[in-house]
């Protein structure tokens, strides 16, 4: 889905296809029919209004990453292996210096 009328036009379907008329809305998520109206009409609406929208309509949101877009993203990059981002204890121990600054800098003054 690409664009606010092609989810307008999903919810017209899925509503219909539940035998809703506009004016049920009031009774599923507490919306009136003119509010109703404007978001099948294809109004911007805020997320948590569609999400209570699609909540009624017993319809749910998913977000899937674009195909059309380069295959590599900095999500591909991570790594899953827990391991991988551990240091070497000699990596570690260059860290030791640092402790005196941190725990003894009231010891100085």
């Known amino acids: 889905m690409n664009n606010v009328d092609e989810i307008a036009?999903?919810?017209?379907q899925q509503?219909?296809?539940l035998g809703i008329e506009?004016?049920?809305?009031?009774?599923?998520?507490g919306m009136k029919q003119q509010q109703y109206q404007r978001i099948e009409a294809g109004s911007d609406v805020k997320l948590s209004t569609l999400l209570r929208v699609l909540e009624g309509l017993d319809l749910?949101?998913?977000?899937?990453?674009?195909t059309r877009k380069a295959t590599h993203s900095s999500i591909d990059n991570v790594s899953d292996n827990p391991n991988e981002h551990?240091?070497?204890k000699s990596e570690l121990e260059d860290d030791s210096d640092d402790l005196g600054f941190w725990f003894n800098s009231g010891d100085d003054a």
Do not use: F, T, V
């Open 15 to 17: 509503r219909k296809k």
């Open 22 to 29: 506009q004016k049920d809305m009031y009774m599923l998520i």
């Open 60 to 66: 749910e949101l998913s977000i899937i990453p674009n």
């Open 9 to 12: 036009a999903l919810l017209i």
């Open 86 to 88: 551990k240091k070497s």
